[in-house]
Structures are given as structure tokens and as C-alpha cells.
């Protein structure tokens, strides 16, 4: 299951963070904010027009994700 | 100077919001911007300050980096002079990493990088006062046993708050030059999973109760409702607006009566004297006094801005609004330097540098000059104040207010309207990221507030006395030479040099109904917007006919002389116009390329003009 | 032309003059600091007397300071503080990511 397709308010642990394409920036970037194995997150919020960015809480930190880039987080556990 | 540039020179590292910049401050005395978001700093800043025993360190503070592998332009900034390549300039002789000590799982990833340099450092545990708030409790000695680093613990807007941590600048940078302290512990781990080990030193030395604060979770679900959220945000913008004007009315009529009152008491004195009587009374106290009454103004504006900026509600903003930006082919990046364009458009345009993508960036430096910069208010509330009636209008708003509202929403609008444009024209279809770290909220503190202001009342003060008085006493003097010839009977400024540029001007500006004295005035308005204002009260000045027509205020003046059609192109155009040589010159400087000032200024002076005449011929068919 | 006309003269081409300068000097602020520069040089030679190669030594400009805010937006948080920034601002070079 993808972090995107996570529901407000659900929890989910991190499983691996996928590169879109080949040396993908926004995937690295991801990584070195926090998205590794593991690591258990949070849909906190979303945005008010089609639910775009998601507001993840992971670990003590709070992160703006627009859904492209949440779809390429990889989670396990998570209720749709 | 050699003593200065041989003294140890110690930079400052962290994750961005994490608080270097106020220990800068802190440290060195200075009054660098601070504020709750991620990426205020953009530039490598030096200062320096005198350790206990006397040694003169040097401190360099640079912008926030999530990591060393930099994505963005501020963020290669911190890399290259961590690495020691940055041009100019050898590795510094001590790091001190800055993490956040309420955010330690994301924050000690960066120490840990850093550590893999190899080069002395010391891990300062900032914001311990709100860490202790939270309940969150660190084992200092544990935490540095864990990473290997020492560690110390500061409260940077705390007076002494970075007590320890000069005292072991002071200790270290003295055993640096014997030794390189520290190195680095060799074992294989360094190269394994950074995060891994960030989780073992957190279990080893951290305990915290909940991984966020009640208040940040509660707020949160207010601030950030889809609806209620957005409501909030309308009526935030909206309250800004109308205190604006509301509030500013008495402070600004006694600002123009004591100004008024010196005028009149200083041209009593130089009656004898016809021609140092015309320029302080029509020059400098026209000029000045009409420029000097906005200063309540722009000191509540900024009131607003700084709070805002404080509490850490500019990134929920954003969060809001992104889908709009990304609609426009924005990235979310750049939601807050094209709100600091709001004060001005050249922090904005250098805030850029927190952009990663070259293409976006290029965009929001193109579209950062059409956010309503303070300098604009100035303009905005003398037209406004002179042609809109004070009335209120559905019970609650003040109709002034509603107009200088729908003003900024214009440049919002078209700002987001030109992002649109220019994304159609690449046909781009790159992604643009968002990935904004959204801070805690944090209550702004009155004494920075209030130390905030007073800088913005220097800065103000300063440019009224410096700039704005230089460029009116030229214009003065361009309007009183050549002198009238004998026998004259126009007032003498229709003989002098201003005159007939702005006449000549004028044929080019006709078709957007303005007259030859706002032609006059848009020449030094290059230099400052704001002296568009004190140039405009200093040509209605001399253009006055008699001894009565000289006590007249411009509003008064302008509301009689112009038709409204007029008052309203000229808002149009400083919607639009690029009407700042100084943001001119730093789009060249971020871009380093004189076709993209070229392309700014064109297609703002087209889009000024073209709106200006749709303004005026509207305005003139309906009135 | 009595004294208070040749007063009001000489105040007059002052204020003029240091509003002339000053424009000059916050507008134009790298041609300024060039002309003063050729100009203070000229000063500088080994025949002139000591006081004045002094004198122009220490007219000399300095570097710019990094941003030349203020001179044109009346709000430039970054630029007016206190702490001096001494290198000027380095165009962007975008390096590709090392591979890892």
C-alpha cells in the first residue's frame, strides 16, 4: 500500500520509499527526511480541494506531502 | 586585520528551523531576520564576538540544510563551506551542528552527517526551554556518548542562553589548534544506516512523553480544517486590511499636523528667502511630511508580518493554498518567498535560493515583483484616502479597506495568472515537490515584535532621510530651473525642466489618463516607490497657484484635480509596474542574467500599461 | 545682491550638491565606488605629501556589503542588520549529485 492512498487520521509503518525514476531527487529527499523502514507515520491532514498536499507526521516532525510524492512511500499495516 | 582573519572561525550547521540564526544572534549581537519557518536564511551571514579569555572568534552562520546532499541552491551554500570548497574560503576550523531539541529524530540524521566530515565539532541541543515544556528529558552525557560528538545544551532567545556553549568554543577552539580534537571514532558503522543510529542514540538518551505537543495537534486541526481553515485564513488576510486603515487614521492625521505645524513654523523663518522658502516648504516638507504620515501604516503591516511569522501559521498557510500554487505550476517552495515579497520583493526574490528546482525558481523570482510590496502602500492609501469615500459597506467592512484588499488580491491573482502562463509557455511537465516541514507553533514573543518594529521604523526613517529627501530636493530643484521668464503667469514649475519632460511624457501616457505631474512623478519613483508620493506633494506644491492653494494637502489637491478614472488607472498601474530599479538589480544579481530583467521589466511594464488603459477607459465610459 | 540672497544661494547648490551625491552614490553604487576609487588613486602617488596619501588611502572604498537593499525597497530585514556580510554573492552553479 502506498502512504497516499492512506486515510486521514490512519497510521501505517514505513516499508521502503520507491524512486520514480531512475536517480529520483524527491525520493532521496524523502529518505533522508525520515522515510526508511520501519519508521511508523501519520496522515495528520489533508488539503481542502482534493484532499492534496497530506500533512505527515513522522517521528516529532510534521511534513507537507503532495500526493506524488506520498505515492512513492511504500507502508505496511495501514487501514484504507 | 591579519589578528581578525587568523582568528578560528566557527560556522553553524543544522537542519532548517532549528534555531541557528537566533543563537547567531544571540552570540553576536546582531539583529539577523529570524522566524518559525524553514529557510529564512538564505545567504552565509559572518559575525564575530570576544570569547571569556579574550580570543575573537569568528561565526559563520549559514542557511538550514536537511542534508549534505544539497538540493537547492542555499543548501550547496552549507555544503561547499562545510567541505571547505567554497570559493574563497577554507573549511571552517569549527562546526557547531544546531538541532532542534524537540525535533532530535529528523535533526540528529544532519549531526550525524556532518560528523562523517571528520572535522571538529559540537552538537548544540537548541530550544531546550520548549523540550522542557514538552517533557521531553535528554541525557546529555548519554546523547554524546552515543553520537561521539560533545554536546551542549542552549536556549538561543534566552539572555545566556548560549552560555555553554561559548564557554566551549572556547575550550575547544583552543585545543584545535594543537590537536584536531575528537576524530573521528573509525568504526564501520559510519557508513551504516544514519537513521539506525539516530534510533539508538534517541533510545539511549531521550525519553519524550508524546511525539507531539497537545497545542500543536489541536491548533492543527483547527488551522488546517478544509473549510474552517480556509475560512480562517480569508479572515486573517482581511483583518490585516482593515486594520490597516482603521487603526492608522488617528496616528497618521497627528503625524500630518505636527509635520504641517513645523512646516508652517520653519516657512515663517525664511520669508526674507523666496527661493529656500519654496524648497523646505514645497520640497522637503511637502515631499517628506506626505511620505512620513504612512509610517503607521507600514508599521501595522508589519506588525501583522511579524507575528505571523513568529507563531509559525505562514507554513499552514501554505499548506492551504498549495493546491492553487501547484495549479499555477508553482511549487509550494514558493509560497513563502513570494510572501516576503509582501514587505519587499528583494528578500522575497533572494529567499528563492531555498527553491531546488532551477525552472521554478526562474518563475517565482518573474512573479515575486507583482506581490504588493510596503512600498506600494504608501501609494495605494494616498489614492485611496483621496477618492474613496469612508463608508461601510455590509455592516462590518470599511469600504477603503475593501478596495486596498481587492488591490492585493490583484497582485496575487496575477501573479498566480503570469506562473500559469510562463508554465504553458515551457510546456512544462515537470514535477514540482512540495515536502514542507510544517514548524510547531510558538507564541511570538512582544519583546521581538516590538524589536522588529523598531528596526522596520529605522529602515523607514533611514530611507526618508537619505534617498527620498535626496531624490526631492533634485526634483525641487528640476522644477524651479530654468526660472519663468519675466512676466510669467503660469506657476514656474510649467517653465522648468520637470515640466517639460513631464509634458512631453504626458502624450505617452494620455491614452491611461495621466496628467504631466504623474508623469514627473514616475521618473524618481524608480528609484523608491514611496517617492512617487513625496514627488507628486512636491510638484501639486509648486503647480499651486496663490498663497492659499500652498496649505493644500495632496489628497485634498488630487481629489480635486483628478477625475476618478485617473486615481484608478494609476492604482492599476502599481499593481503591475516595475517601478523598482533595486528589484531590478537583485533579479540580475539570483539569475545572473540581464535577459531575465529584460523579460521582468517588459512584460510588467506591458501588463502595468495594458491594465492601466482598460482601467481608465472602463472607469471613463461608466463615471 | 544683499546677504540674505547670497545666503540662500550658497545653501541652496549645497543641499543641491549632497542630493546630487548621494542619488549618484545609492543608485549607481558600483560606478560610484570606481570613479572614487580612480580618484582617491590619483592622490595616492609616492611625490604626494604623506598627510594626503594617508588621507587617500583611507578614502579608498571598501567592498561593496552583499545586498545593496535600501536603496531601492524600504524593507530589507537581511541586509540592514548589524553583521557585515563580506563577500559578494556568488552566481549559482548547479552541480550534478555525486553518485553515492
Excluded at chain 1, 520501519?38 to 496522515?43: A, H, I, S
Excluded at chain 2, 485564513?233 to 509635520?259: E, H, R
Excluded at chain 2, 521581538?448 to 531624490?471: Q, S
Aim: proline share 6%; hydrophobic share 50%; glycine share 8%.
Amino acid at each position: 500500500m502506498r502512504l497516499s492512498e492512506l486515510k486521514k487520521g490512519a497510521s501505517a509503518v514505513v516499508r521502503e520509499v520507491e524512486d520514480a525514476h531512475a536517480a529520483d531527487p524527491i525520493a532521496r529527499r524523502l529518505r533522508e527526511l525520515g522515510f526508511v523502514g520501519g519508521e511508523p507515520v501519520r496522515v495528520v491532514a489533508s488539503g481542502p480541494v482534493g484532499g492534496d498536499p497530506l500533512l505527515v507526521q513522522i517521528g516529532y516532525t510534521r511534513f507537507a506531502l503532495r500526493r506524488a510524492e506520498a505515492a512513492r512511500v511504500l507502508v505496511d499495516g495501514g487501514v484504507a | 586585520m591579519n589578528a581578525l582573519v587568523e582568528s578560528p572561525r566557527i560556522a553553524l550547521v543544522g537542519n532548517p528551523n532549528s534555531g541557528k540564526t537566533a543563537l547567531f544572534n544571540r552570540l553576536t549581537g546582531s539583529q539577523q531576520k529570524v522566524a518559525n519557518y524553514a529557510g529564512v536564511t538564505v545567504e552565509r551571514k559572518e559575525g564575530r564576538f570576544v570569547a571569556p579569555s579574550g580570543r575573537t572568534l569568528r561565526l559563520l552562520d549559514l542557511p538550514g540544510a536537511y542534508s549534505l546532499d544539497a538540493a537547492s541552491p542555499d543548501e550547496a551554500i552549507t555544503r561547499d563551506i562545510c567541505e571547505g570548497r567554497y570559493p574563497g574560503e577554507p573549511a571552517p576550523d569549527l562546526i557547531v551542528c544546531v538541532a532542534d531539541a524537540t525535533n532530535l529524530r529528523l535533526h540528529l540524521r544532519f549531526v550525524l552527517e556532518v560528523k562523517r566530515l571528520g572535522r571538529p565539532m559540537v552538537l548544540a541541543l537548541n530550544m531546550m526551554d520548549a523540550a522542557r515544556k514538552r517533557g521531553i528529558r535528554i541525557d546529555v552525557a548519554a546523547l554524546s556518548d552515543a553520537l561521539g560528538v560533545p554536546v551542549v545544551e542552549t536556549i538561543a532567545v534566552q539572555r545566556g542562553g548560549a552560555a555553554a556553549l561559548v564557554e566551549h568554543l572556547d575550550r575547544s577552539v583552543a585545543a584545535v589548534a594543537t590537536a584536531p580534537s575528537l576524530p573521528d571514532s573509525g568504526d564501520a558503522a559510519v557508513e551504516a544506516d544514519l537513521h539506525a543510529q539516530v534510533r539508538a542514540a534517541l533510545a539511549a538518551a531521550v525519553t519524550m512523553p508524546r511525539a507531539t505537543s497537545t497545542v500543536d495537534d489541536a491548533l492543527d486541526r483547527i488551522v488546517l480544517h478544509p473549510i474552517g481553515g480556509l475560512a480562517i485564513l480569508a479572515a486573517v488576510m482581511f483583518l490585516i486590511f482593515q486594520a490597516v486603515f482603521s487603526w492608522a487614521a488617528p496616528l497618521q492625521d497627528a503625524v500630518g499636523a505636527g509635520v504641517g505645524a513645523a512646516g508652517a513654523w520653519i516657512g515663517g523663518l525664511l520669508e526674507s528667502m523666496p527661493l529656500l522658502h519654496s524648497l523646505v516648504t514645497d520640497g522637503i516638507f511637502a515631499g517628506l511630511g506626505t511620505v512620513l504620515e504612512f509610517l503607521p501604516q507600514i508599521l501595522i503591516l508589519f506588525l501583522f508580518i511579524l507575528m505571523l511569522e513568529e507563531s509559525g501559521y505562514l507554513p499552514r498557510a501554505a499548506f492551504l493554498l498549495d493546491r492553487l500554487m501547484f495549479k499555477a505550476g508553482l511549487t509550494g517552495r514558493s509560497f513563502i518567498p513570494l510572501l516576503s515579497s509582501f514587505a519587499c520583493a528583494i528578500p522575497g526574490i533572494m529567499a528563492t535560493r531555498s527553491i531546488q528546482d532551477p525552472r521554478d525558481r526562474l518563475t517565482t523570482i518573474l512573479v515575486a515583483p507583482l506581490m504588493t510590496c510596503s512600498a506600494r502602500l504608501p501609494v495605494y492609501t494616498l489614492l485611496i484616502g483621496a477618492f474613496i469615500p469612508r463608508q461601510t459597506v455590509l455592516g462590518l467592512f470599511n469600504l477603503q479597506g475593501v478596495v486596498l484588499f481587492t488591490l492585493y488580491f490583484a497582485g496575487i491573482v496575477s501573479a498566480l495568472a503570469v506562473a500559469w502562463v510562463i508554465k504553458r509557455l515551457r510546456r512544462d511537465r515537470s514535477e514540482h515537490a512540495l515536502l514542507m516541514e510544517l514548524p510547531s507553533y510558538r507564541l511570538p514573543n512582544p519583546r521581538d515584535v516590538a524589536i522588529g518594529l523598531w528596526e522596520r521604523a529605522k529602515i523607514f526613517l533611514r530611507r526618508v532621510t537619505g534617498i527620498i529627501l535626496a531624490l526631492t530636493v533634485l526634483l525641487w530643484f528640476l522644477s524651479s530651473f530654468p526660472a519663468p521668464p519675466e512676466g510669467a503667469t503660469l506657476p514656474p514649475i510649467d517653465y522648468s525642466l520637470a515640466g517639460r519632460i513631464g509634458r512631453w511624457m504626458e502624450h505617452v501616457f494620455a491614452p491611461i489618463g495621466f496628467n504631466w505631474q504623474i508623469c514627473i512623478a514616475l521618473i524618481p519613483g524608480l528609484a523608491a516607490r514611496e517617492v512617487a508620493v513625496s514627488s507628486l506633494a512636491t510638484v501639486y506644491a509648486m503647480s499651486a497657484v496663490g498663497e492659499d492653494a500652498i496649505a493644500a494637502e495632496l489628497g485634498t489637491a488630487i481629489a480635486a484635480q483628478w477625475s476618478l478614472a485617473t486615481a484608478l488607472s494609476l492604482l492599476a498601474w502599481y499593481v503591475f509596474a516595475p517601478q523598482c530599479m533595486s528589484t531590478l538589480a537583485v533579479i540580475r544579481r539570483e539569475t545572473n542574467s540581464w535577459r531575465n530583467v529584460g523579460v521582468a521589466a517588459g512584460y510588467l511594464f506591458a501588463l502595468a500599461y495594458l491594465a492601466s488603459f482598460v482601467t481608465y477607459q472602463i472607469a471613463r465610459a461608466l463615471t | 545682491m544683499n546677504a540674505a540672497l547670497f545666503a540662500q544661494a550658497v545653501v541652496i547648490a549645497l543641499a543641491v550638491a549632497w542630493a546630487a551625491w548621494f542619488a549618484f552614490r545609492r543608485l549607481l553604487p558600483k560606478t560610484y565606488r570606481r570613479l572614487l576609487s580612480h580618484a582617491v588613486a590619483a592622490f595616492d602617488r609616492p611625490s604626494a605629501p604623506r598627510w594626503l596619501r594617508e588621507y587617500a588611502r583611507r578614502a579608498q572604498p571598501t567592498s561593496t556589503s552583499g545586498g545593496s537593499c535600501g536603496d531601492g525597497c524600504s524593507t530589507c530585514g537581511g541586509c540592514a542588520a548589524a553583521a557585515k556580510p563580506t563577500v559578494e554573492a556568488q552566481p549559482l552553479v548547479f552541480r550534478p549529485r555525486a553518485p553515492k
